[in-house]
Each structure stands twice: as structure tokens, then as C-alpha cells.
């Protein structure tokens, strides 16, 4: 599932509030994006078109949880971009930046874990 990324971020608002009446997503899309009322619902329909969110009685959950769609979407950019190369996405990812100590940490541990499934 592809999201745009204004639909990503009217999810990201969904997930933080869910569930949530869709009258209140309106007052929340008002102040955070400046969107008029139809905007905002014409989202909720797109986004249930998509099988992404139910909207049941003006109550609006999610249906694809915020854990499915990060997993989603960072192995597509990591396929697209960096041809399904893991390494090359985060040699790319951490080239101008500097991690703390508590970062590295927690990476080495992630990778520790992984080195363990196999």
C-alpha cells in the first residue's frame, strides 16, 4: 500500500487520536493543515476507498497500523533507490550525520539480534 504524503499525514494525525470522530479529524486537519472541512473528508473517503481506514457511524480507526506502513514504505524506498541494498540505504542514511553514543548502541544491538535469528 502506497500512501501519498498528505495521506501520510493525515494518518499520522488518525494513529495519535484513533479512534476519533471524523468531526474532530476536521477541527485537527483545520489547525494543523489549514484544510477546509471537504478536504479533510474527502481523505476519509479516499483513504476508505483504499481499505486504509473504516469509517463507522462518523468514528474513523485505522486499519493499516502505523508498524505495517513504516515497514512498507522504508523497504520500497530501500528497493527503488538503493536497489535492495540495506547497506548502501544506510551508508547513504548516515553519511552527514552524527550518531550519539546511546544510537550506536541501540544499533549494534538491533544488528546483534538479527545476527542471532539466523
Not at 474527502?42 to 506502513?69: H, M, P
Amino acid at each position: 500500500m502506497r500512501l501519498t504524503s498528505a495521506e501520510f499525514r493525515f494518518m499520522d494525525l488518525l494513529w495519535e487520536r484513533e479512534p476519533v470522530s471524523s468531526g474532530e479529524l476536521v477541527t485537527v486537519c483545520d489547525q494543523k493543515f489549514g484544510w477546509k472541512k471537504s478536504t479533510t473528508y474527502t481523505f476519509i473517503k479516499r483513504l476508505q476507498d483504499k481499505g486504509v481506514i473504516a469509517n463507522e457511524k462518523s468514528i474513523v480507526r485505522a486499519l493499516y497500523k502505523r508498524d505495517e506502513c513504516e515497514r512498507e514504505e522504508s523497504s520500497e524506498v530501500v528497493d527503488q533507490v538503493f536497489k535492495g541494498s540495506l547497506p548502501q540505504f544506510v551508508t547513504a542514511f548516515l553519511q552527514d550525520r552524527k550518531l550519539s553514543e546511546k544510537e550506536i548502541d541501540e544499533l549494534k544491538d538491533l544488528l546483534d539480534r538479527q545476527k542471532k535469528k539466523k
